[in-house]
């Protein structure tokens, strides 16, 4: 080889290439001005307290400056931005979405349908709505967990944002989630018909492996696995949920994903799934409706992330005579109680919300108000879905705060969401990547 490539390297070091490069240069593109964001307050993320009279000062896609209004002269050429009267945040973060879910009404056939009956494009062209309505929400980011029966769409998804055919947030994206036989839907055909699957289902560490690689390899930036499936009350009344994957077979994912430095999310309810969720070391735990004191001094151990998805239990619980009714509200019931419990034993919590499992045209932030409601500080309620999130994501510095090198990533909400967690809400400018997305603004000269 070393024969065949010392000619071909002399040929390159005196190719007519290199003298074109030293030939004067075309002119390069013009720099966009920088733009500088001025607003009443600011939350930057990670800071216990507003700074007032904010301005921000964005170079390119980055934040390059914070400083007071007025400290200094606006760089020659910058754009200014006066939003008034409102409140800057870091652009929002949803860790737990699904734009492959249009909150399925059952009397319209459910979630069935989306798998027996509706093309894959039909799917996608909803799930572009999805991602539209994040962002027009104040969620620039989000981490979409699983297409539901689309395969690798989100893939295609996100790619089409980053490259800037639709409008959407930044995705981190699983693609098709795992779980095992008789451990996700579609359910309850007739066994001599071959129905589709919501996820891919596994059985035994080799077929788990070979998922987790399958999906990387198409793109996934998580895995996601479902670790617990049907749940039900007992005699007692008590919670039960049905595991799927052993601790074998998530050690198998885990230790692929991990390899590939990735990180594996586990859905999971309670009970035995949710331990072998943790004893197998997932990163990050979906729901945990359920949680017992040792599985909360576990996490805290081994750092695990807990993403409760507040808000989605609350929707249309069967009525309350029947045994699904009763099972809707004990799950609330118990998750009240293990939000409270994780939270002040200082388990890592980052904002997600599930939606997808209820409509896209509903509001996202309505999970900060649950998260209040259940102990959380405004400021921490915030930060759940702004550096937490980040962390979470492994992009601390880059994401969810306002500080000098972070992506450029705004949003703004009028008054003070700190006194009204709800104003999150009324997200009426949105700044993603240096570029405004939504909000009329003054801009001045
Ligand atoms: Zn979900």
């Known amino acids: 080889m070393r024969t065949i490539l010392l000619p071909l390297a002399i040929a390159l070091l005196f190719s007519p290439l290199d003298m074109a490069r030293e030939s004067p240069a075309a002119a390069p593109p013009p720099t966009p001005p920088d733009i500088i964001v001025r607003a009443r307050a600011l939350i930057d993320g990670t800071h216990g307290e507003a700074l007032r009279n904010a301005e921000i000062v964005i170079r390119g896609n980055r934040i390059l400056e914070v400083r007071t209004a007025g400290a200094s002269a606006p760089p020659p050429g910058a754009q200014v931005i006066d939003l008034g009267d409102v409140t800057v945040l870091p652009g929002l973060i949803d860790c737990h979405t699904h734009i492959f879910l249009q909150g399925e009404d059952p009397a319209a056939g459910g979630y069935d349908v989306q798998l027996l009956k509706y093309p894959a494009s039909y799917r996608a062209a909803r799930a572009v709505v999805a991602a539209r309505r994040a962002l027009e929400q104040g969620f620039t980011t989000i981490r979409d967990l699983e297409t539901e029966g689309a395969g690798y769409g989100d893939v295609g998804i996100k790619q089409a944002i980053n490259d800037g055919y639709i409008p959407g947030p930044r995705m981190f994206v699983v693609t098709r989630a795992i779980s095992t036989t008789g451990g996700y839907n579609l359910e309850g055909y007739a066994p001599e018909i071959e129905v589709p699957k919501g ?15 399958q999906q990387l390899d198409h793109g996934a930036d998580w895995i996601k696995v479902y670790m617990t499936h049907r749940s039900w009350l007992d005699e007692q009344g008590a919670l039960v949920s049905q595991p799927t994957l052993t601790v074998e077979e ?34 990050s735990i979906e729901h945990g409706l359920e949680l017992t004191d040792a599985q909360i001094a576990q996490m805290l151990k081994q750092g695990t992330w807990l993403v409760p998805t507040l808000a989605v239990y609350y929707y249309d619980p069967d009525p309350p005579e029947t045994a699904s009714g009763k099972r809707d509200r004990k799950r609330v019931e118990v998750h009240v109680v293990s939000f409270r419990k994780a939270l002040h034993a200082g388990v890592k919590i980052a904002f997600g919300t599930d939606v997808g499992g209820f409509p896209w045209t509903d509001p996202i932030a309505q999970e900060f108000v649950r998260e209040v409601e259940l102990g959380m500080t405004p400021m921490q309620a915030i930060q759940s879905a702004t550096s937490r999130a980040a962390e979470l994501l492994g992009k601390r510095g880059e994401l969810g705060v306002v500080a000098p090198g972070a992506l450029a990533d705004l949003v703004a909400v009028p008054g003070d969401p700190l006194a009204d967690v709800a104003l999150l809400q009324k997200v009426s400018f949105v700044m993603k990547d240096g570029v405004v997305f939504k909000g009329q603004t003054r801009v001045m000269p």
């Open 199 to 213: 996820a891919q289902l596994i059985d035994g560490p080799v077929e788990a492996r070979k998922a987790a690689r």
């Open 250 to 283: 998530l050690k198998a994912i885990v230790d692929e994903a991990h390899g590939w430095r990735r990180k594996v999310a586990c859905h999971a309810y309670s009970g035995i799934g949710l331990q072998r969720a943790l004893d197998g070391g997932c990163d």
